[in-house]
């Protein structure tokens, strides 16, 4: 699997997916409470603001398709987008908050995901493995789509536009994709393994 995702540059769009193969599954752990649970959720939360930037890009998109804004707006909607930021500042799209909730490390490749994989079993660092893949898929297309938002700023065409579009589609359903595996996987463990979020 990882030698598939090593170089992206080339892969085409219907490729760039995080439903390749069979995701490990993190087996439920038998003395994980609520309160556990809970504290997993929190990633959850972050999520939810990430996936209010998608929402905000896709507007963007409807808005220019109108002809009610231009390649610029959809440029700044993207650069401005807290999980892009993250992405090119960190690595990953926990980023920030991770560091400012955690007081870990900056990233969840470099604090959350060493250290559920360092106190958990084989089965947590599978999905651990398998997230850090997944990270791979979603930075490719966000390279992608800041890339035909430029090209956008300079003339809306509709070829220009349609691919800007179709970028922003996978990288919806991956984002959806990736941040529900994540969030179902990860619940218990944060909580058990005392990883704060």
């Known amino acids: 699997m990882s030698d598939r995702l090593e170089d992206l540059n080339d892969t085409p769009l219907a490729d760039l997916t995080v439903d390749f193969g069979t995701r490990p599954t993190m087996p439920a752990l038998p003395h994980a409470t609520d309160d556990d649970r809970r504290a997993g959720r929190r990633l959850a939360a972050i999520h939810r603001m990430h996936l209010n930037d998608v929402g905000r ?112 589609r996978q990288l919806e359903t991956v984002v959806q994709s990736h941040f529900g595996y994540e969030e179902t996987q990860l619940e218990e463990a944060i909580g058990v393994y005392g990883i704060g979020v």
């Open 57 to 168: 890009i896709g507007i963007v998109l409807d808005r220019i398709e109108a002809g009610e804004a231009s390649g610029k707006d959809l440029t700044n909607t993207i650069t401005s987008a807290e999980f892009a930021q993250n992405v090119r500042q960190f690595g990953a799209l926990c980023g920030r908050e991770c560091k400012v909730l955690n007081g870990h490390h900056d990233i969840e490749e470099y604090a959350l995901f060493p250290e559920l994989a360092g106190k958990g079993n084989d089965a947590l660092r599978a999905v651990v493995e398998r997230l850090k893949e997944e990270h791979k898929v979603v930075h490719e297309l966000l390279v992608r789509l800041e890339r035909a938002a430029m090209a956008l700023m300079f003339e809306v065409d509709q070829e220009k536009f349609n691919e800007a579009r179709a970028l922003f």
